[in-house]
């Protein structure tokens, strides 16, 4: 978008700017988001091994 003193074009560029922050910080919620939940499956998993460690002693 070229800078020119009208508004309206400051005001597309400032949405579109806005637009691409947006995606770019959902794409890092939605990457956290699995590499969290991996984790915590890793956890229940871990738990599960000493629980059954623990059964078998």
Known sequence: MRKTLNGSDFLIKDL????????????????????????LDNCIQYMEVLEA?????
């Not at 460690?53 to 002693?57: G, P, S, T, Y």
């Open 16 to 39: 579109t700017v806005g637009e691409e922050k947006h995606n770019q910080t959902f794409g890092s919620q939605m990457e956290l988001s699995k590499w969290f939940q991996q984790f």
């Open 53 to 57: 460690m623990k059964i078998h002693e």
